[in-house]
C-alpha cells in the first residue's frame, strides 16, 4: 500500500522542485556559522508562521519548532535539519542557479534540509497526504563541530511529550540510509611556542614542522579491522608568512570505532603523545575533546530501516547504509527509533562550490512522504 503510492507522489512532486529550490535558495544566503543561527531561524519560523503551523517559535537556544497537527494528534514524530553551515559571514553565499544544479557554500550542508523543512506543509497538501500523528518541524541549531548537538539536545531533554519516531533531513545523499551512530570522538591539538622559546637551539624548526610530525606519530597507532576503526585529520591551521616561524598551530580531527572502549583507548594515546611533545621541544601542546558520541541504533531489520529500504527499491535507488554521528546520535541515545536520509545528490561537499542536482529532489520528497505515511501506519513499532 505504501509503495504503491510512490509512483502517483513522483508524478505529482515533479513540478514542486522550483519551490523547494526557491526557499534552499533563501535560507542559504543567509550565513547560519555554529552558535549565529539566529537569522536564519528568524527565516524560518516566519515561514513555519505563514503556513499556519500550531506553536510556530524559536526557543533560547535559536532551535525552530512547528507543528503540523494530526487528525488524532496522540502521537508525536520530529522531523529534524540542522541549520548551522560550516561557511561563516565572510563566505559569498551566493547561491547559482544551472539547468540541472544549485551550487553554494551550504547548499547540501543543509540548507536543502532546511528548506524541505520550511515547504513540507506544501509538500504534504500536493499529494494529499494526511497523518494520524502530529508532525514536529525542527530546525536546529548548535549541530556542527562545537556545537555538538546542543540545539537537538535541548529540545529532546525539555519537550513535553515523547517522540514516537524521528527523520533527519540531509541535503545529500539520496540513497544514504542512517539508522546506527559510530562510537566518535572530536578532539583538538593546539600548538603554542611561549615567547621566551630560544629559537638558538638545535632544530627549532617552528609550529608545522612539529604538528606535521605530531601526525604522523598518531597516523602510526596500530588500528584494528575489527571493531572498525579509524582516525580522520579533518583541518590544520599554521604560519602567517613565507619568511616567518611559525609559533601556533591547531589540528582538528576525529576518532571513529564501532567500540566506544577503543575511542577512550585512542585518545588517551594521543592525549599522551601531545604530553609527550610538550616535554622534548619545549612548545605547549594541549589536547582539547570538543565532542563525543556513542555507538548505538536500531538493528537492520527494524521496520522502519526495513520499509526505508523498500521503499527506495521501488525508486529504483540503490540503499547506502552508512553509519552516522550527526542528529542522529542524541536521538539514539534517548532511545528513540530514527533515521536519517538524503534528499539529492551533489558534489563538493564542504567546500565553497557545494552542489545539489535539481533532478533528484522530487525521487527525495517522494521518499520522504512514503516515510512518514510508513511511521505514521506504526513501522517505527519495533513488534
Excluded at 502521537?75 to 553565499?93: K, M, N, P, Y
Excluded at 559510530?182 to 593546539?190: F, Q
Excluded at 575533546?289 to 521503499?311: Q, W
Aim: proline fraction near 5%; hydrophobic fraction near 40%.
Amino acid at each position: 500500500m505504501i509503495l504503491e503510492g510512490l509512483d502517483e507522489y513522483l508524478t505529482q512532486l515533479e513540478d514542486f522542485r522550483e519551490t523547494v529550490l526557491s526557499t534552499m535558495v533563501m535560507v542559504n544566503e543567509i550565513p547560519a556559522p555554529t552558535f549565529k543561527e539566529r537569522n536564519r531561524a528568524e527565516f524560518l519560523v516566519d515561514r513555519f508562521s505563514e503556513l499556519e503551523m500550531l506553536n510556530a517559535s524559536i526557543d533560547e537556544k535559536d532551535n525552530v519548532l512547528g507543528i503540523i497537527p494530526g487528525r488524532v494528534g496522540d502521537r508525536d514524530i520530529l522531523i529534524a535539519a540542522h541549520l548551522d553551515s560550516l561557511f561563516d559571514e565572510t563566505v559569498d553565499h551566493t547561491v547559482t542557479l544551472e539547468p540541472s544544479m544549485a551550487i553554494g557554500p551550504g547548499v547540501s550542508d543543509n540548507s536543502l534540509g532546511a528548506a524541505v523543512l520550511g515547504t513540507l506543509p506544501l509538500v504534504m497538501e500536493r499529494v494529499g497526504l494526511e497523518l494520524d500523528a502530529n508532525l514536529v518541524l525542527l530546525g536546529s541549531s548548535r549541530s556542527l563541530g562545537r556545537g555538538d548537538l546542543e540545539g537537538l539536545r535541548f529540545v529532546l531533554d525539555n519537550y513535553k511529550r515523547p517522540f514516537t519516531a524521528a527523520v533527519c533531513l540531509e541535503g545529500i545523499r539520496l540513497g544514504r540510509l542512517s539508522f546506527s551512530s559510530i562510537g566518535m570522538l572530536r578532539g583538538e591539538l593546539t600548538y603554542r611556542i611561549p615567547e621566551e622559546y630560544d629559537w638558538t637551539k638545535f632544530n627549532s624548526v617552528g609550529a608545522i614542522v612539529d604538528m606535521n610530525d605530531m601526525i604522523n606519530r598518531i597516523l602510526e597507532i596500530p588500528l584494528p579491522r575489527k571493531p572498525k576503526t579509524t582516525i580522520v585529520m579533518g583541518q590544520m591551521e599554521a604560519g602567517t608568512s613565507y619568511n616567518t616561524l611559525p609559533t601556533k598551530a591547531r589540528l582538528r580531527f576525529e576518532i571513529r570505532s564501532e567500540s566506544e572502549e577503543l575511542v577512550s583507548e585512542l585518545a588517551t594515546r594521543i592525549s599522551f603523545l601531545a604530553e609527550e611533545m610538550t616535554s622534548k621541544t619545549g612548545a605547549k601542546v594541549e589536547f582539547k575533546e570538543i565532542a563525543r558520541r556513542r555507538p548505538g541504533g536500531t538493528d537492520f531489520s527494524h521496520p522502519l530501516n526495513t520499509i526505508s529500504r523498500e521503499i527506495l527499491n521501488r525508486l529504483d535507488i540503490k540503499p547506502r547504509i552508512t553509519p552516522s554521528s550527526s542528529e542522529l546520535a542524541a536521538l539514539i541515545e534517548k532511545g528513540i527509533p530514527a533515521i536519517t536520509i538524503g534528499l539529492t545528490t551533489g558534489e563538493n561537499a564542504g567546500e565553497p562550490e557545494e552542489s545539489v542536482l535539481i533532478k533528484p529532489i522530487s525521487k527525495g520528497l517522494a521518499q520522504l512522504m512514503a516515510l512518514l505515511r510508513a511511521i505514521d501506519m506504526g513501522c517505527a513499532n519495533e513488534s
